[in-house]
């Protein structure tokens, strides 16, 4: 991976030795509330919020069953998507909602709507079923495909994490933001083991540099950057459902998310088969050093 100069409004072109010059663009457009979105952002948190109870009191008990790619899901997916669709649905109806859990195909759906929701029901299902409360429910709201508020619900630590560009940052009911210091010895990197194992070298680079947190939970990963728990994270391994709710998170605290095999927003079509996104997240400086170091 080449990393070309050219910038745009939206922050550095990455360019593919392989591919045409068009990869991420770094998000960092401001965003004003409006009379469209507020009332969406209020549904969105209280749809998340109700279904917590839930979360909490079948953590660990919940029966595991298995899809056709190999990826654990429980019951309490399928009723967290069901009911958090529902409710936000019978509100908003001309919305669009894409939910792991709950697509009709496994064929590529065309964003239409100019408002859509990403839901992740629970991100670290193998951490749910097993005891681990790394573990996470996700709900993005974008608007002509670009993810403008986030929301995540942190169960290990019984807080809702949210916020979007021009709405500002909370961890729960805490201001927050990315942390501003360059890294060193001691900063804390979340870490995804790759799906594809050329990239395990990676790995070894990073724990060489700095610490490593894989946490079972890449929303969390880059939710806690946002909050400034983690430096940065590096990933190799997402799908659109696992950050599109943490990525507001992270530019509203004043980071950035570069994405390094191809442009992810505006999202123009919910697709179950889609391929791995890699990307690094931090703020300006993090990212840069991350990806000098992985370049080297």
């Known amino acids: 991976m080449e990393y070309a100069g050219e910038k745009t409004g939206f922050g550095p072109i990455l360019t593919d030795s392989v591919?045409?010059?068009?990869?991420?663009?770094?998000?960092?457009?401001?965003?004003?509330?409006?009379?469209?979105?507020?009332?969406?952002?209020?549904?969105?948190?209280?749809?998340?919020?109700?279904?917590?109870?839930?979360?909490?009191?079948?953590?660990?008990?919940?029966?595991?069953?298995w899809k056709?790619?190999?990826?654990?899901?429980?019951?309490?997916?399928?009723?967290?998507?069901?009911?958090?669709?529902?409710?936000?649905?019978?509100?908003?109806?001309?919305?669009q909602f894409f939910s792991e859990e709950l697509a009709l195909t496994d064929k590529p759906t065309p964003v239409t709507a100019r408002f859509s929701w990403v839901l992740d029901p629970i991100d670290g299902t193998n951490n749910y079923a097993k005891g681990i409360a790394h573990c996470a429910i996700s709900l993005a709201l974008l608007e002509n495909g670009i993810p403008v508020y986030g929301l995540v619900y942190d169960m290990s630590r019984r807080v809702l994490i949210h916020g979007g560009p021009g709405f500002g940052l909370f961890d729960g009911e805490r201001p927050a933001h990315v942390k501003e210091t360059p890294l060193d010895k001691q900063s804390l990197i979340g870490f995804h083991?790759?799906?594809?194992?050329?990239?395990?070298?990676?790995?070894?680079?990073?724990?060489?540099?700095?610490?490593?947190?894989?946490?079972?939970?890449?929303?969390?990963?880059l939710a806690y950057v946002a909050v400034g728990i983690l430096d940065g994270t590096v990933d190799h391994n997402v799908k659109i459902w696992d950050i599109a709710a943490a990525v507001p998170l992270c530019l509203a605290g004043g980071g950035e998310v570069q994405f390094l095999n191809g442009e992810q927003f505006p999202m123009r079509q919910f697709d179950l088969k889609m391929g791995r996104i890699q990307y690094v997240a931090g703020n300006a400086a993090v990212c840069a050093r991350m990806r000098e170091i992985m370049a080297g």
């Not at 010059?21 to 209020?42: E, G, K």
């Not at 948190?45 to 069953?65: D, I, P």
């Open 68 to 95: 056709h790619d190999g990826t654990r899901v429980t019951p309490i997916d399928i009723a967290i998507s069901e009911a958090i669709v529902r409710e936000l649905s019978t509100q908003f109806s001309t919305d």
């Open 193 to 221: 083991s790759p799906y594809d194992r050329k990239f395990a070298h990676h790995a070894q680079i990073i724990v060489e540099n700095f610490k490593i947190r894989g946490l079972g939970s890449s929303t969390l990963h």
């Open 19 to 65: 591919s045409k010059p068009a990869a991420n663009r770094v998000f960092s457009c401001f965003r004003m509330s409006s009379s469209d979105l507020l009332p969406r952002i209020a549904a969105g948190k209280a749809a998340v919020l109700a279904q917590t109870e839930l979360l909490h009191r079948e953590f660990g008990r919940a029966a595991s069953n």
